[in-house]
């Protein structure tokens, strides 16, 4: 009876394990690795702006979502997994009629496919 009782503790242990490394990998990285996410952009022409998403971590990320809203328009971009140096691109046109002055942009996504995260920055704004 106690030899099972060990067995299954030990087997509880190592799953949990498991289940928590990616987690603490990631947090690791994000903490050690000033470029752990690479993001730039580019004008592509007329209201059109290109930006390139990089991702250097060594843990899978899924059901990644970019978000960007200023007022009632808004884009949102979907990527269902991201491994480690996986580059994304992707367009959005903006409506002449918006201003990104204060335009916020969220990242979500789940580490491993296990455990939520999100951030999101809004810009301040100012003068041309």
Not at 80 to 91: H, L, P, Q, S, Y
């Amino acid at each position: 009876m106690r030899s099972a009782t060990l067995g299954i503790a030990i087997v509880a242990a190592a799953v949990l394990v498991i289940m928590v490394a990616p987690l603490v990998t990631f947090f690791a990285e994000l903490v050690n690795k000033p470029d752990l996410f690479s993001l730039s952009y580019t004008y592509a022409g007329d209201r059109t702006v290109k930006v390139t998403l990089t991702y250097n971590g060594s843990v899978e990320l899924k059901d990644l979502r970019i978000v960007i809203a200023s007022g009632d328009w808004g884009q949102e971009f979907y990527r269902e997994k991201v491994a480690r140096g996986d580059t994304i691109e992707f367009n959005f046109t903006v409506d002449p009629n918006v201003s990104l002055e204060n335009a916020s942009v969220t990242l979500s996504f789940r580490i491993a496919g296990l455990y939520k995260f999100s951030v999101g920055v809004t810009s301040a704004g100012g003068e041309s």
